[in-house]
């Protein structure tokens, strides 16, 4: 399995990835608004990858960058009537994995990936949120040092499901 930068043409198998997650974990799939920023991944986010396997997309991730969200490190505020972790320059976003895809360390290896590329972009801490119902993810997440900071209701989630932020430092 190879994770590589996202090119245009992976947009149907990122689509498809996400989409399997949703249905799974019973999640509104909104094509029109939620889930719109699917379509063009790769310059919707600063970066995105995929991770490929026989010719098929069966997982993804991406970076976007930001400035300093002000506050303490360990905090959540609130960043123009929405719910950030305090302290961080970065974020991780859209990470999934199909589940046949699953048990082999492919989370691992695009927090990784993430990771990497804000460490060698002198990022200091990562801010991600995540789904309550994702547990599997949660921990992973706590392996590599992150930290629970809050919990919100994701902007536009139709089904307005509760998630936990977390800071992540980029370490060396």
Not at 3 to 18: F, K, L, Q, Y
Not at 109 to 123: I, K, P, S
Request: net charge negative.
């Amino acid at each position: 399995m190879t994770i590589r930068a996202w090119r245009p043409e992976d947009t149907e198998g990122v689509v498809a990835t996400v989409r399997s997650v949703f249905d799974e974990y019973g999640f509104t799939w909104d094509a029109e608004g939620y889930c719109s920023d699917l379509n063009d991944a790769g310059t919707e986010y600063d970066r995105f990858w995929v991770v490929e396997h026989e010719g098929q997309v069966v997982g993804c991730v991406g970076l976007e960058l930001h400035e300093t969200i002000p506050g303490m490190p360990g905090t959540a505020t609130v960043v123009d009537g929405v719910p950030r972790v305090a302290a961080t320059d970065c974020e991780l976003v859209r990470l999934y994995v199909r589940s046949e895809a699953r048990g082999c360390g492919l989370g691992v290896r695009l927090t990784r990936t993430v990771l990497n590329e804000a460490r060698g972009l002198g990022r200091q801490a990562v801010e991600l949120w995540s789904d309550k119902k994702l547990v599997h993810a949660h921990l992973m997440y706590q392996s590599f040092g992150a930290t629970i900071v809050g919990e919100r209701i994701c902007p536009g989630d139709p089904d307005e499901s509760l998630e936990w932020g977390f800071i992540l430092p980029v370490q060396a």
